[in-house]
């Protein structure tokens, strides 16, 4: 923990002293823009070096570098020119303060604990209250925005990400990396009820049946963006307009567009009609169909139905008031999908002429798409190669730029939309050969269209975001198969496989690139993916270690007579071995599996190799076998077994 602030030592030491908020747009970002006199300047976000870059856009260079007190995830510039991080390893929100020079380093005048990993901020409407999500501690944090001092919490599903208040500022609109849901918090009520939007969707193709056609998932729900009402001429505000009917093809997609300069496309009509409606929300993510549990699939990890991969993009288009997702099916055109943007990171909206802007990994790109249709990732209308890894994305929306954060290279892209122009920015560091192989790794874990890896575009960040899990349980020829965890979790836990059937991890690594159809990656490319799986970030620890219930917890799963530490040595570690615990399946074609680590365990279910279960607490409930024994503890007694599990 990074320690608590005070009103005192979180205000300004010279107020109104430089730079202040860009526009009114008060959502967070990996990049965000404020203005210096007559200079726009840039706050980038870069996890990897714990910087906080100050980049001059206009004349394309960096200024400034600032050391934050963990790893800064997002940035928000407050309304009295303050610039708040969270720092998403330390489980902190920081407070800087800038200078009258933007070239001088922000001054850190404050910290507040909050729930772990935060990633996203949002300010309300009328710049008082400060909403943080944290993401592994899955909660909303309201700050106030001028001390910092806490005023509720509230928990979420799992991986929030993305925040936006709405244009009343009664409601916050979450997104989340796994689930096809959208979360809204009610600001206003003493009890901040969460209610739920489903973003699920069905398949809108010419072989579709919607008698046997199940309802896709989605998942890589990382990006928000808020339609902005705009001031035309005389004062007048644009008026909501429908969507419009029916979606059009996109036009063809260079299917190499990193070694060719960006296609060229019709300028966007800039008049009222063509301007976004007012009152919606942009969700940028991917729809899934994992398959049928009870069934095993031919391919791999789902098939393709109705005319669409099992992982297809998807823009979901909320209306705001009626809070429902407007977009209720999934487009396939009939050609295979190639170059789509299967990890969508950011997300901006551009007023003035109705486009959403979306950067994506793994294809490295930044997309522009029209949003008057119901999904507009099928309207799509310029795209633009970027550096590895865009992560960040920020709009200048009066100036016609888009700047874009590519945390893979470090580099700042400046997009000039009415020329086309490019420039970039780099803010590179000089990384040491482990950390250079462990970017490589990182590369390729994202790569998206690679046929070494799959034959259907997927990458492996597809099913372990972050190298976590989708909270998915994959149809498969062998039965159904819960994504496992390997942030954290990989070193020492070998056989690897549900069915513990590869002693290491590049012979698993190899067979899986077999079953998925991808011709596989070797040498030097192989270790350097390896090394990243090794070496990626674990989430950061949730709660203390010590407490009464804890305390009692550790000792029930030791106990013999309870089981649990038998197979999970210490529970930390493994057996090693595979075990019938007598969870076989109607689909399984095996009953032995091999033991899972409990690391981290709070935060990825479901649980058991086919996902039966929803939470730890139905494991312990249902929980009287082979596995272990549970059914004679208390309920008190099952409530501290999961105080201790959360722990670990």
Known sequence: MVGVTSAKSCARSNPGVGAVRFSELRQSGAVALARSGTRTIAYVADEDSKLIHTIDVDKKEQIARTSVKGEPSQVLVLADGRVAVTLKDTNAVEVLEPNADPSQSLASICTQDVPAEPVALAETNDDKTLLVTSAWGAAMTALDAETLTPQYAVDLPRDPRAIVVDDSGDRAFVSHGIGAKLSVVDLTSSKHDVRAVDMGVVSASQVANKATDRKRSAAQGYALAKSETITLPGGSTMTEQGPITGDKPKPPIDPNPAKKPPPSAPKIDASPAAVQPHGRIFVPMVTVDPGDPNVRSQAYYGESRNGLPKEAPMVGVVDVGAERSMTRAAMSLGTPMTQECLLPRAAASRASNGTLFVTCLGVDALLELDTRGADPIRLERRRWSMPSGPTGLAMDDKGGRAVVWSQFEGVVTVVDLNTDKVDLVSVSYDPTPEIRQIALGRQIFHMTDDLRVANDGVACASC?????????????????????????????????????????????????????????????????????????????????????????????????????????????????????????????????????????????????????????????????????????????????????????
């Not at 149809?475 to 290491?504: C, F, N, V």
């Not at 270790?527 to 804890?550: F, G």
């Open 464 to 648: 372990h975001p972050e190298a976590r899990d989708d909270a998915f349980t994959w149809s498969t020829p062998e039965g159904p198969r819960q994504t496992i965890m390997l942030a954290g979790r990989s070193p020492h836990t070998e056989p690897y496989g549900w069915q513990g059937k590869h002693g290491d991890l590049k012979t698993y690594l190899a067979n899986t690139f077999t079953r998925l159809g991808g011709s596989g990656i070797h040498g030097a490319e192989l270790d350097a993916l390896v090394a990243y799986i090794e070496k990626v970030p674990s989430p950061p620890q949730l709660v203390s270690h010590t407490s009464p219930s804890v305390d009692e917890g550790r000792d029930i799963f030791m106990d013999a007579s309870t089981g649990c530490a038998s197979c999970h040595i210490g529970g930390k570690g493994v057996d090693k071995v595979t075990h019938d615990v007598g969870s076989r399946s109607i689909a399984d074609t095996d009953d032995k599996f091999d033991t899972p680590s409990l690391l981290y365990v709070r935060g990825t279910g479901p649980y058991f190799h086919d996902g039966r279960y929803k939470t730890i607490n139905d494991v312990l409930n249902a929980n009287d076998s082979e596995m272990g024994h549970t059914m004679q503890l208390t309920a008190h007694q099952r409530a501290s077994l999961q105080a201790y599990l959360n722990t670990l």
